[in-house]
């Protein structure tokens, strides 16, 4: 069948010396710094985050890194090794939601964001990105980008000094949301700058408080399986799960659906079902509005937060008494879950983990937001490789692009290179 394509991490050492040589090719001479901060794996509590609710992601060694040199001068000149003809020049408080645009706007939304609190000549910069983290394979590769540059002004802004991760992860999500256009909820950007070495971190995130839960599974890994797949037309559908989830807690009379717990859920649903079961908001979803169970819309996307959040809290239960089974039992009803009721998984997705878990994997489900991107499967760690050729063999017979793959190791949250 051929190779397998594995994407590998990068060294620190290898990078950084990469990027010092092309600084001085970009901009002339030397950045004061390089930084790094990595992409996640949520291994369950998807679309939780905006709903306040629980998710429980881990940070990969894969990472972002970034030279920066400031300036003082509130020019912004933001290049990339992966789009050298596509540096983007201008100043700090030219920022806006058109401009720079792209993924140029995931690190100029952070100086943005910064320059309510300083000075913005004093977060002029010049930047260049070097990106570790498949891109576009839903493992936040944006996150870790304003993550890493992020923690780059905190260091080097004098009036920044004082301002924490948990702040500076805050403001990466703002830049995202006001600034790159994407209506995210904030798991990516805590993780990535707040993880725990070896730990996975359960993130509640009506108050972003964290408690890492330590990875207790040996003799196990988490296989991604980057299915490749984007689905533009989906495009948007994030936003709509959002607004139908925050209408469904201001028809149920909540501030979030975090507040409706597993207990209240069949009250709650009979609510929804009564009154708004004929309104949609997100337009023909893959199997229309009632989808496949002939319930309303609001009903299905309110059960899949509410039980997503309960299934984080029993993964983690299960975590700590070492139960593999129990882990991959709630994977499995997660992927379902999200498939069913949010409807935002997909024929790769689904292929992705009825393979992995075909070929003895004890568990598996879509990962991020959905649409493409990756699946995780938990495997013991003999069978990682026989578990990915299978998922290779089943998508080349599907006719479909081969996925890449990696393993996820809970690795350290952003840091300074050199
Ligand atoms: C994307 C977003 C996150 C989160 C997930 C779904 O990755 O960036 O904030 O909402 O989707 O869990």
Request: with cysteine; glycine share 12%; charged share 25%.
């Amino acid at each position: 069948m051929g190779e397998l394509t594995w994407s590998r991490a990068a060294d620190d050492t290898v990078v950084a010396d990469g990027l010092l040589a092309a600084f001085g090719e970009s901009f002339g001479g030397e950045p004061d710094g390089v930084w790094a901060a990595p992409g996640r794996v949520n291994l369950i509590g998807e679309h939780t985050d905006y709903n306040q609710g629980f998710c429980l992601p881990l940070a990969l060694a894969h990472r972002t890194y970034v030279a920066v040199r400031s300036r003082d001068d509130g020019g912004l000149r933001i290049g990339s090794r992966q789009a050298p003809d596509r540096t983007w020049e201008g100043t700090v408080t030219e920022v806006s939601q058109d401009s720079p645009g792209g993924w140029a706007s995931y690190v100029a939304g952070v100086a943005a964001v910064l320059a309510e609190q300083v000075d913005p000549a004093g977060l002029g910069a010049d930047v260049l990105v070097d990106g570790y983290v498949p891109l576009g394979a839903g493992l936040s590769s944006s996150a870790a980008l304003s993550c890493s540059a992020a923690l780059a002004w905190a260091e080097l802004v004098p009036g920044l000094a004082g301002v924490d991760r948990a702040e500076l992860a805050a403001a990466c999500v703002r830049a995202e949301n006001e600034y790159a256009g994407a209506a995210t909820g904030g798991m990516d950007q805590s993780v990535s700058l707040r993880a725990v070495d070896e730990h996975a971190l359960l993130i509640d995130c009506r108050d972003f408080s964290l408690t890492p839960v330590a990875w207790t599974l040996p003799g196990h890994q988490v296989l991604v399986i980057d299915t490749r797949a984007h689905h533009s037309l989906a495009d948007g559908q994030y936003g709509k799960r959002r607004a139908t989830c925050e209408r469904a807690a201001a028809t149920l009379g909540v501030g979030s659906l975090r507040d409706v717990g597993v207990d209240d859920l069949e009250v709650a649903l009979a609510a929804l079902g009564e009154g708004h079961g004929e309104r949609s908001d997100e337009g023909s979803g893959a199997s229309g509005e009632r989808g496949v169970s002939g319930e309303p819309e609001e009903v299905r996307r309110v059960r899949h937060v509410v039980t997503e959040n309960a299934r984080v809290l029993d993964l983690v239960a299960a975590l700590r008494e070492r139960d593999a089974e129990r882990v991959g039992e709630l994977m499995l009803a997660s992927h379902a879950s999200l498939r069913d009721d949010y409807e935002v998984s997909c024929r790769e997705l689904d292929l992705a983990v009825a393979a992995a878990v075909g070929a003895g994997a004890l568990g598996a489900r879509m990962t991020g937001g959905g649409f493409g991107g990756s699946a995780i499967a938990l495997v013991e760690e003999a069978a990682v490789e026989e578990v990915a050729r299978a998922v290779a063999a089943a998508f080349d017979d599907a006719g479909l692009e081969r996925p890449h793959f990696l393993t996820a190791v809970p690795s350290a949250p952003a840091y300074r290179v050199r």
